[in-house]
């Protein structure tokens, strides 16, 4: 089973900060199979990032995924309010796992 | 416009059964490899299933198989989550989750999530 670890746990930021999200994987990830997922309270997940780097439909420019291996980060440019959330990575190789979660929040 | 929905969650005892649907719209269902995933209250996500597009293959993580199964219905366009032997640590929220890729099946990212059930087991 592949581990990821997801750091930090918590990312304090202000409106127009970049934040950089990383995540790390416990052996390689097959193909790039990675994706980003974005949760706030009370909704369900939403897709970012497929592939370590491919935006999924609708998702802003201001979310990039760049990473190989076992070394992947999640950035955004430029925070906007609707930004500030959970976000996991996943590897979506055999039997799938997620990360624990990186929390962006207000600072 | 694709849409999930679940149904079927509820309060059980330890011990207890249920099903799970999911009821799908807006896309070719049947082309299309499912998996349900879950979220235990105030934690993070976990994969808990897939299924084939044609639902002859399916597969569990080590923490539901032996006591979950996944099947689907593709002439009604529902995908199911039988969950036998609930335990405290099954409590979660269950989401159907459709996946992105048509050609990767199963090993595929999650495109689209309904918005969940919720399953709570309690004595």
């Known amino acids: 089973e592949i581990v990821l670890t997801q750091s930090p746990g918590t990312l304090s930021l202000s409106p127009g900060e970049r934040a950089t999200l990383s995540c790390r994987a416990s052996?390689?990830?097959?193909?790039?199979?990675l994706a980003w997922y974005q949760q706030t309270p009370g909704q369900a997940p939403r897709l970012l990032i497929y592939?370590?780097?491919s935006r999924a439909t609708g998702i802003p420019d201001r979310f990039s995924g760049s990473g190989s291996g076992t070394d992947f980060t999640l950035t955004i440019s430029r925070l906007e309010p609707e930004d500030f959330a959970v976000y996991y990575c996943q590897q979506y190789g055999i039997s799938p796992s997620f990360g624990q979660g990186t929390k962006v929040e207000i600072k | 416009e694709v849409q999930l929905l679940e149904s079927g969650g509820g309060l059980l005892q330890p011990g207890g059964s249920l099903r799970l649907s999911c009821a799908a719209s807006g896309f070719t269902f049947s082309t299309y490899a499912m998996s349900w995933a879950r979220q235990a209250p105030g934690r993070g996500l976990e994969w808990v299933s897939s299924i084939s597009d044609n639902g002859r293959t399916t597969y569990y993580a080590d923490s539901v198989k032996g006591r979950f199964t996944t099947s689907r219905a593709n002439s009604r366009n529902t995908l199911y989550l039988q969950i036998n032997s609930l335990r405290a640590e099954d409590t979660a929220i269950y989401y159907c989750?459709?996946?992105?890729?048509?050609?990767?099946?199963?090993?595929?990212?999650?495109?689209?999530w309904g918005q969940g059930t919720l399953v709570t087991v309690s004595s």
């Open positions: 592939g370590a780097s």
């Open positions: 052996q390689s990830v097959s193909s790039n199979y």
């Open positions: 989750v459709k996946t992105g890729d048509r050609i990767r099946g199963v090993y595929n990212y999650f495109d689209t």
